[in-house]
């Protein structure tokens, strides 16, 4: 399975940035997770392969959306109103069963990371 995330990049406070992620796996949860430097990885978003069920980390609640095209096999998280406190390493995620869940050690494959940073 390959995971393959990009959109990346340096944006102002208050920016918008759409990151993509191109999955090899046919089915499963999707997910955002993000590392800032000095700190653990922590979960960001997540998704179920239908679409219908999603669940957010507190801190991105109303400022990032996650959505999914599984003809084309692409998670995409749309995050608004960018803060610095967003600036980390965002990794996308998958598990191949259908329980979203939030531990990051719930899921088998990873992407490479893509940098986001959010200057003030």
């Known amino acids: 399975v390959q995971l393959q995330a990009s959109g990346g990049g340096l944006v102002q406070a208050g920016d918008s940035l759409r990151l993509s992620c191109i999955t090899s796996?046919?089915?499963?949860?999707m997910a955002w997770f993000r590392q800032a430097p000095g700190k653990e990885r922590e979960f960001v978003v997540g998704?179920?392969?239908?679409?219908?069920?999603?669940s957010y980390a507190d801190s991105v609640k109303s400022r990032f959306a996650i959505s999914r095209n599984n003809a084309i096999k692409t998670v995409y998280l749309q995050m608004n109103s960018l803060k610095p406190e967003d600036t980390a390493v965002y990794y996308c995620?998958?598990?191949?069963?259908?329980?979203?869940?939030?531990?990051?050690?719930?899921?088998?494959?990873w992407g490479q990371g893509t940098l986001v940073t959010v200057s003030s």
């Open positions: 995620a998958a598990r191949s069963l259908g329980v979203l869940t939030k531990p990051a050690t719930d899921y088998k494959y």
């Open positions: 796996l046919r089915t499963g949860v």
């Open positions: 998704i179920t392969w239908s679409g219908v069920s999603s």
